[in-house]
């Protein structure tokens, strides 16, 4: 197994033995989630990107509830963190960039080639296919702003937004990815780092499947 194959496996370990450790109830409840002990095997179920989870217990086994395509090692780390972490405070309504997040100027440069910098190349000439798919992928909503917008619910309680603006003969073409200002109740800067991440990919792969 390689280094990173083998760090990843670490952390997802420590965080199923951290729940463990946690009052699942309490866990589900602040997540946004349900817990179901009823059927001889503790499980929490939750939403990911518009899709239903089921995380078992003591197993730690993660897996869609409709059988599609599994989770990679990073985004089951994320999941389990979001259980870990999730203060249960409702979204603020407030929507800041990624500069503004308490510790996001130092992480700015990551953000911008990982997931802003992709964003605008693959979809700032057709923002309208951004759109579509944040529809169709995530069961996203269209959101007004820029030219075209997309509001999308990562996790039941961290909505995020991607907004594009077209390019003209004296501009290019601008977006970014935007947060409710109570995102840091629920993650760290690097994980934030990752959602934004993944959301952008996925949708940057499900374009060249549509």
């Given at each position: 197994m390689l280094p990173q194959q083998e760090n990843l496996s670490l952390a997802r370990q420590i965080s199923v033995r951290t729940l463990l450790e946690a009052d699942l109830g309490e866990r589900a409840e602040r997540s946004g989630g349900r817990l179901d002990s009823g059927s001889g095997q503790t499980r929490i179920e939750i939403r990911f990107?518009?899709?239903?989870?089921?995380?078992s217990f003591p197993t730690g086994t993660?897996?869609?509830?409709?059988?599609e395509e599994p989770l990679s090692l990073r985004e089951e780390i994320l999941v389990l963190h979001y259980l870990q972490g999730a203060s249960g405070s409702p979204p603020l309504a407030k929507?800041?960039?990624?500069?503004e997040i308490p510790g996001g100027a130092f992480y700015h440069p990551v953000f911008l080639q990982r997931c802003k910098t992709p964003l605008v190349r693959f979809f700032g000439e057709d923002p309208e296919r951004m759109l579509a798919t944040a529809v169709e992928k995530f069961h996203g909503e269209f959101w007004p702003m820029g030219d075209v917008g997309v509001k999308i619910q990562a996790f039941p309680l961290v909505p995020l937004a991607l907004v594009l603006w077209k390019g003209d003969?004296?501009?290019p073409p601008e977006g970014n990815v935007l947060f409710d200002a109570s995102i840091?109740?629920?993650f760290p800067i690097?994980?934030?780092?990752i959602l934004a991440e993944t959301v952008v990919w996925k949708l940057i792969k499900a374009k060249g499947r549509t």
């Open positions: 990107l518009g899709r239903d989870l089921r995380l993660l897996e869609y509830r409709e059988g929507w800041i960039s990624f500069a003969k004296d501009f840091s109740s629920y690097e994980d934030i780092v």
